[in-house]
C-alpha cells in the first residue's frame, strides 16, 4: 500500500506563496502521474493540478493557471506545488494524488490520495 503525506501548508495573508510538497512511501510511483486536489468546506473536492509521469505534462484548474505550478521530482518520489499570489479562496484542505489509471483525468481516476495539508489565505 502507498502512502502519501503532504507539508508545507499554513496560513498566509493574501498575496503571499506557500509550497507544498508530497512524498511518496513506495518507489512504485515514482513515475506515477501525480496531482493535487483541494477541498473547502462544504464545497467538492476540485482538482488543482496535475503532471503526468512520462512526458510532464501538466494541468491546472483555470482558477490558479499563471499562479501555482505543479513539479516533480522522480528520484526523490516527491511532488510539489508551488503557489504564488495566493487569495483567500484558495482557502482549502490541499490533497496530494498519485498514480492515475488511462480512464481519465479527474480527480477519482488517481488510486492513492494522501490526508492532506491545511491552507490559509487570510485577506
Known amino acids: 500500500q502507498v502512502q502519501l503525506r503532504e507539508s508545507g501548508g499554513g496560513s498566509v495573508q493574501a498575496g503571499g506563496s506557500l509550497r507544498l510538497s508530497c512524498a511518496a512511501s513506495s518507489g512504485s510511483v515514482s513515475r506515477a502521474a501525480k496531482g493535487w486536489y483541494r477541498q473547502a468546506p462544504g464545497k467538492e473536492r476540485e482538482l488543482v493540478a496535475s503532471i503526468s509521469g512520462s512526458s510532464g505534462t501538466t494541468y491546472y484548474t483555470d482558477s490558479v493557471k499563471g499562479r501555482f505550478t505543479i513539479s516533480r521530482d522522480n528520484a526523490k518520489n516527491i511532488v510539489y506545488l508551488e503557489m504564488s499570489s495566493l487569495r483567500p479562496e484558495d482557502t482549502a484542505a490541499y490533497h496530494c494524488?498519485?498514480?492515475?489509471?488511462?480512464?481519465?483525468?479527474?480527480?477519482?481516476?488517481?488510486?492513492?490520495w494522501g490526508p492532506g495539508t491545511q491552507v490559509t489565505v487570510s485577506s
Open positions: 494524488l498519485a498514480d492515475r489509471d488511462t480512464l481519465g483525468m479527474g480527480v477519482f481516476n488517481f488510486k492513492y
